[in-house]
């Protein structure tokens, strides 16, 4: 199983960036996938999350309205776009995989499979 993250980099506050997930090893089209954030000092945040077949997203209220979670399911591609980034975004962001049970997706213990992490900084 791998999950590779990319896209991170710096951006300044009001500025856009798009992260991208390539996942393989397991049959994503049958997992719920999540974006997790950890920033400096601090614990795991679950920021987004869209279930196995794109049709149902969330997202946690500090970021509703500016991001938006997508996946291609033939592509094995899972994506977020972070629009009006604010240095409070400033985290290492991972994409992690867990079974679609049809509920939960906020919980960080649903995900089995984690991405090594793409570093986002907002920073002017």
């Known amino acids: 199983v791998q999950l590779v993250e990319s896209g991170g980099g710096l951006v300044q506050p009001g500025g856009s960036l798009i992260l991208s997930c390539a996942a393989s090893g397991f049959t994503f089209s049958s997992y719920a996938m999540s974006w997790v954030r950890q920033a400096p000092g601090k614990g795991l945040e679950w920021v987004s999350a869209i279930n196995s077949g794109g049709g149902s997203t969330s997202y946690v209220d500090s970021v509703k309205g500016r991001f938006t979670i997508s996946r291609d399911n033939a592509k094995n591609m899972l994506f977020l776009q972070m629009n009006s980034l604010k240095p409070e975004d400033t985290a290492v962001y991972y994409c992690?995989?867990?079974?679609?049970?049809?509920?939960?997706?906020?919980?960080?213990?649903?995900?089995?499979?984690w991405g090594q992490g793409t570093q986002v900084t907002v920073s002017s």
């Open positions: 992690a995989a867990g079974r679609d049970h049809g509920f939960g997706y906020a919980s960080i213990n649903l995900y089995d499979y």
